[in-house]
């Protein structure tokens, strides 16, 4: 483990590095993530430990503040004075800072060791994005951001950016978004296209069925993150099998169920969400000029009521099967993430012949290594036996420990894509870093002061007790212009 640590430690912070940030340096690194790593393989109350810890200077703890502060926008509170930071002292504030809705602030004293100062508030927004239950949320101010993920599981952010993780002594520097992949895209490409065909004609000209399709093939693979994303949550593990035409000899189904709410609901989701975007538009186009007429108004509100209200059903949906899944057996969906039923086992198939790293296999074909697949357990086993019998079929299995693997069949082979990417996050650091840049560059052009909301009206409890001003005949005489 202190190899796998030491890696871990250079790749963070030379990511941290190439952000423009001469600091922590590489001791404090090591040791922030040593403690989070250990305060993960201790229990709380027969509870396994999840926190998040934020390194960032009680004196300047944000570096790259925004250019308008909102109301929602995560903030630093210190505590009355500082606390050394250990393992044991790390796992009762986690309690009581939950990783979902804040962090742990932490710096390190002259000696190097570190001191927790503080919590950050609003995390709940980002986290929101992160696993994709929302688009909107702020990122995490701070330089660097550890959190634990589960037993002998971290990951390393700044802000939204991935610096990397540990997942059972192995350091993991990328995941693959096979959710997303080309091979899983001309998979569902026959049962998407009928649809994207009718959203194209619901929509208008300016949705083709192409670009239809694309966003039908984003919003599934969001669906199926978000069920393995609580499934990893759970700790459960659990096990997805989709496909159109399952072979009943090797299944066997203990609960049928015709459930096709989420499938029909993240359709839908799609249309909505596009209405909502165009009825915006229409809106804005007038704006800009004068007053838009009041059935655009009137439109835009609906489009918004329609578009929470499939979110919210989509949300319900994915708990459902979620839930479902986290039984003993695997979940039996087609391809537009109807549930048929749960509870299913899968019988002994044919023996399975050679297996390929799904990202390798994509570049250099039956020339890829073979996968050593002695190295799993039965649920991986069993579904790879139905996948080669079934080519049509997409096996996905969640396990316990929290790895997340996709099956898959190219021709007459099996491909294996491993470190599954989740999470919404971003992984491209140079670009990170260019963003980063023209944020700093824009910022200094403006005046110093903060800008605060976007109405006249007072945005702070200290602004709104010392205002002498009528903000109600203002707002009258804007109305009336």
């Known amino acids: 483990m202190p190899s796998s640590f030491e890696q ?11 952000l423009g940030y001469l600091s922590p340096s590489k001791s404090i690194v090591k040791a922030l993530l040593n403690t989070a790593y250990l305060a993960t393989l201790k229990t709380e109350e027969g509870r396994f430990v999840r ?19 909102r109301a929602n926008y995560p903030s630093f509170t210190p505590f009355g004075r500082a606390i050394p930071l250990t393992v044991e002292r790390l796992v009762k504030l986690s309690r009581a800072i ?39 949320g702020f990122r995490v101010p701070g330089i660097l951001s550890v ?20 997942r059972q002594e192995q350091v993991v520097t990328r995941e693959y978004d096979a959710l997303n992949s080309a091979e ?15 959203l194209s004609r619901v929509l208008g000209e300016s949705t083709t069925p192409e670009k239809a399709e694309k966003l039908l093939q ?4 969001r669906t199926v993150a978000r069920i393995c994303i609580g499934l990893r949550r759970a700790g459960t593990g659990g096990a997805l099998l989709i496909t159109p035409n399952p072979d009943q000899d090797l299944l066997n189904s203990s609960h049928q169920l015709p459930y096709s709410r989420l499938g029909h609901a993240m359709i839908l989701n799609v249309l909505d969400a596009q209405h909502r975007r165009f009825a915006r538009q229409a809106t804005f186009r007038y704006a800009q000029a004068k007053m838009a007429p009041v059935d655009l108004v009137r439109e835009e509100h609906l489009a918004d009521a329609d578009a929470e209200d499939r979110e919210d059903e989509l949300a319900g949906a994915v708990r459902i099967v979620t839930s479902l899944a986290s039984m003993d057996g695997l979940v039996l969906l087609t391809p537009l993430l109807e549930v048929n039923a749960f509870g299913t086992k899968i019988r002994s198939g044919p023996q399975v012949n050679r297996v390929y790293l799904g990202p390798e ?25 139905y996948c080669q019998a079934d080519r049509k079929a997409i096996g996905i299995v969640v396990s316990q420990d929290g790895h997340v693997r996709l099956i898959l069949s190219a021709g007459k082979n099996l491909t294996l894509w491993e470190n599954v990417q989740l999470l919404d996050y971003e992984s491209d650091v140079r670009g ?5 840049d023209n944020l700093r560059h824009r910022r200094s052009k403006l005046p110093p002061e903060k800008s605060l909301g976007y109405t006249d009206m007072p945005k702070t409890f200290s602004i709104l007790m010392n205002s002498q001003r009528s903000y109600a005949k203002l707002r009258r005489r804007q109305i009336s212009r």
């Open 184 to 198: 899983l895209g001309n998979r569902l490409h026959s049962t998407f296209r009928p649809i994207a065909v009718k």
């Open 432 to 436: 990170y870093a260019r963003m980063l």
């Open 361 to 385: 296999f994509a570049r250099r074909g039956t020339k890829a290594k073979p996968v050593d697949i002695s190295r799993f357990g039965t649920r991986h086993g069993s579904m790879l036996q």
């Open 51 to 69: 926190g998040s810890l934020t390194f960032a200077d009680p004196i300047i703890p944000e570096h790259d503040p925004p250019l308008r502060r």
């Open 98 to 136: 939950d990783s979902w809705c804040g962090s742990i602030a932490v710096h390190a004293s002259r000696r190097s060791s570190l001191l927790a100062w503080g919590m950050i508030d609003q995390a709940v927004q980002h986290n929101v994005s992160l696993n994709r239950e929302g688009t909107k």
């Open 8 to 18: 871990f430690t250079t790749i963070v912070i030379s990511k941290i590095h190439a």
């Open 147 to 166: 959190v634990m993920d589960g037993v002998g599981a971290i990951s390393a952010y700044h802000g939204s950016l991935l610096l990397g993780g540990i």
């Open 218 to 221: 984003k919003e599934w693979s």
